[in-house]
Structure formats: C-alpha cells, structure tokens
C-alpha cells in the first residue's frame, strides 16, 4: 500500500493497517477498558501535578491530557491523547525556570504565544528572544471543572511591546477538542500594531524512543498540511522565509494541499491559507491534531501569513568566502517542528484588546492524507457503489474528532432528502475503517456521511460523494 502523503517520488511503504471484511464493518479489537476506549466519564479535572519537575497544571478527561506550567511563560508543555504525547519538550531545560535574560533564548518547549513581526528593524518589530511576554511567569485561575474545565493564564506587561497576553484553556468533559482564547492588550498611553501567534512544537524525535524529546534519529515519518491559496500572493503558493529555495521536503500537491516531510535542516515556509486549518501527522505513529482558526478576509496578515512551518536542524548559509556551509546551531538537536497560527493584525489604542480563537483536534490517522472536515480527517476517499442486489458498498477511512456514530443521509438525483441509515459506532482514538454493505431508502444519487456526537449533535459531514455503479474495486 502506497503512502501518499507527499506528491511525486516521495512516496513510502507501509504494512497493511486493516483487514477488510468482503461484506461488513470491521474495526480494530480495542480491549473494553483500554486505553485506547477508555470508560465514560461525565467529568474533567484541573489539578495540580508535577511534571518533569515543574509545578504544572493539569486538566484531563478520559481522553485527553494538557500539562500547563504557568511559571514559563505560561506555556502549554504537553498534550497526550490515547496515551500519545504530541509536543516536544526540551530535556536540556525540563524542570527549570531561567529569568527573562536579553540576548538570550531558552526554548523549554511546548506550546506558548508570541507576538509578529519579528525583528530588530525598529520598536514595531519583536525581537523574540527571552523576555517577559515569552519567559515571564504568568498567573493561574482555575476558573471552573466538572461539565466543563477552564483555566486563565495572564501574563507581565511588557514595557517593550506595549502588550499584555492573556489565555484561557477549555477542554470540556467528554470530547477530545482543546479550546483556546487568546487576548492581547494594549498597556501603553500609545497605539500600537501587533499580531499575535500560537506556536506549537511539536515532537519529531523517532517513535517509540525511550524518552520523548532526546531520540538518536528523527521521524522519517512525520508532516504537516495545510490548504495552499489558490490566488495566493507568494510565488509557488508559499513563501520560504528562510531555508533552501529549492527544499524536495516541500511541495505543493495535485489536490492543493500544501505537504512538509520533516528533515533536520532549518528552514521557515510562510503560508497565506484560507481555509482555517493546518494538520500535524505523525505517519509512524498514526496519530494526528488539527489545529483550527479562522480566516479574516477583511484584515491584514503580518506578512500576509497566516500559517507558517518551522523544521528545526542546521542552518544553511553563505561563509565570508561566498561557499556554503551549514551552522553548528546550538537548537538544531533534539528534534521538533513548529506549526504557527498567525491572528490578523491588530492595530490597538490605550486600553485596547483583541481576541485571537483557535481549536485543536487530536485525532488518529492512517497510511494516506487528503484533507480535513468539521468531522475528522480523511484518510482514505469514501466511495459509494451501487450493487446489483439493491445494496450499496460504502469503503473508506477516516479518523473522527468526536466519540458516537456516523450516519449515512441519502439524497436522490433533485436533492431530495430520502432518509438516513446507522453505519457504524466510532470512537476519536481509533482510525475508521469502512467496508459494508447497506440497502438504501429508495434510489439515491448521492449520500453525505455524518458523524452524530453521543448527545446526538450531527457534527458535520466527512464526506458527500456520488453514488456510482458498476465495478467497485
């Protein structure tokens, strides 16, 4: 089975994930109690735990865990869902608090806010290294758990900026997806310009490593997506800030979905996507997040980005001498890539805030990628085949974003609604895999596949296709 996570020659073999049933839905033996299914629960908690030797903040479900530690820049060190940790943490720095030192950067890891542009051009320029808005301690609330676990972070005025972060952090009870608010200040007596950025790195040391953040060898396995404009104003549809002009780990696929393959050579790829998502896949592991934001037609990027990528390793540069060589960067070792939203930009008087709303979906994956819906993550396209007997053969897979069922909703050739059927239970933390026959209502043209959360609220559609007929291998 190929791999088709890249477009053109860099396409990779992988096992079978699944066996498939010539008749039914088959889905993979999950022990009742496993991690992998864990038992209901209709709470969350927010409890104080040690991580690493930080004073952390956890919140958790059945699904999910965040680890917050609040003293580093208020940063969000770890997400594991289903057991899987996503985001690198330095083991140079675990446990440690450095002050705000200028000229100097400690990347602790995890996921934290910064602020754009970056540079030392002038005082509307970040320069980015450690300071109060990415070293300082910020403040912890809990604000509520149960239903719902919420908490507040608030970070120093920084005299520099003119700016104030402040975040809070939703997960609810009974549902993977990571909420976040982000809202930046205007502490000044002027006005000031800013964008605000999350910046998520996320961990590319080799699988199954015997500690996460220090492995010998990278993932040969891992990328990121994200939509390519397709009226976008960078040449090629991206814009490579730094790195490599001509880089094979990037491209732009046939289906417009622009692919990263991680290798360990610097390089920063600026992105003006539309869309509202980018997607973190981890191809060794079968795991995946969705980070969500939404597009602002009407206001200015910083730098028209919206989306930018970081991969992390030795950087490529010209010597005095004009020859090429490659920096012995002191961040270049251990492993990590950086999936950044950027929020419009936000021109602030005195007193003045803005609000920067972004979402994250854990999800499983499988051996290909073709997009992401309010649903879940297509791995493999549905297809719908009309048989002679009547029935109609549905195959495809797909990773979900919520626990429940997903439902099949028929459709004749004028757009009439013909009824609906059950197709399958589903659960976010194991990969969907579809290969069932069903007797549809009527003569339908078409079907939209759904997913029904466990209270019953339809959460979208993985996918609408037509009907054909004929052979459907």
């Given amino acids: 089975m190929t791999l088709h996570l890249p477009h053109g020659d860099r396409t990779r073999r992988f096992a079978v994930l699944f066996l498939m049933a010539s008749i039914g839905l088959m889905l993979p033996a999950v022990p009742a109690r496993s991690q992998a299914n864990p038992p209901k629960s209709a709470e969350c908690r927010v409890e104080t735990v040690d991580y690493k030797g930080w004073h952390a903040q956890q919140l958790s479900n059945r699904w999910v865990q965040l680890i917050v530690v609040p003293q580093n820049g208020g940063r969000l060190m770890q997400v594991s869902f289903a057991g899987h940790p996503y985001l690198f943490v330095n083991p140079k720095f675990a446990g440690k608090y450095l002050p705000p030192e200028s000229g100097q950067w400690f990347n602790y890891g995890g996921d934290k806010l910064w602020l754009l542009p970056e540079g030392n051009n002038d005082e509307q320029h970040w320069v980015g290294d450690s300071d109060v808005l990415d070293d300082g301690p910020f403040s912890f609330r809990k604000l509520s758990q149960g239903q719902r676990c919420e908490i507040e972070l608030t970070g120093p005025a920084d005299p520099q900026t003119g700016i104030q972060f402040l975040r809070t952090i939703r997960l609810d009870a009974d549902a993977p997806s990571i909420h976040f608010h982000a809202s930046m200040k205007n502490v000044t007596g002027h006005t000031v310009e800013w964008s605000m950025q999350s910046v ?7 699988p199954n490593s015997s500690s996460a953040g220090s492995s010998a060898r990278f993932n040969h396995d891992f990328w990121t997506f ?8 960078y040449l090629n549809r991206y814009h490579v800030r730094f790195g490599p002009a001509e880089n094979q780990a990037v491209a732009v696929r046939d289906d417009g979905l622009f692919a990263v393959h991680y290798v360990h050579l610097a390089a920063e790829l600026w992105l003006d996507s539309t ?12 795991y995946a997040m969705v980070e969500r934001f939404q597009y602002d037609e009407k206001r200015p990027y910083p730098g028209k980005a919206s989306v930018i990528f970081w991969t992390n390793g030795p950087e490529l540069r010209l010597n005095s001498d004009g020859m090429p ?19 419009p930009m936000c021109k602030l008087r005195p007193g003045e805030s803005c609000d920067f709303d972004t979402e994250w979906f854990p999800a499983r994956t499988g051996v290909e990628f073709h997009g992401v819906t309010d649903a879940g993550i297509l ?14 053969k549905l195959a495809g897979s797909f990773g979900v974003f919520f626990s429940g069922h997903l439902v099949a909703r028929f459709y004749d050739e004028h757009g009439r609604s013909l009824g609906s059927l059950p197709v399958a239970d589903v659960n976010p933390a194991e990969p969907v895999s579809l290969d069932v026959e069903i007797v549809p209502p009527g003569k339908p ?16 559609s993985l996918q609408e296709v037509r ?6 291998r």
């Avoid at 869309?275 to 079968?286: H, N, P, Q, T």
């Avoid at 490659?326 to 929020?343: G, K, M, R, T, V």
């Avoid at 009907?467 to 459907?472: E, F, K, L, P, Q």
């Fill in 325 to 343: 060589s490659l920096s012995a960067d002191a961040d270049a070792s251990p492993y990590y890539l950086e999936a950044e939203l950027n929020s």
């Fill in 200 to 206: 998520s790195q996320y961990d590319t040391g080799e």
């Fill in 379 to 392: 791995i493999r396209p549905l297809r719908a085949n009309a048989l002679e007997n009547g029935k109609i």
């Fill in 445 to 460: 043209a078409r079907l939209s596949l759904h997913l029904e959360d466990e209270q019953g609220v339809d959460r979208g």
């Fill in 275 to 286: 869309e509202g998502w980018l997607a973190v896949v981890d191809g060794g592991s079968r």
């Fill in 226 to 233: 994200t939509p390519a404009n397709r009226s976008s104003s």
């Fill in 467 to 472: 009907i054909s007929t004929g052979d459907n």
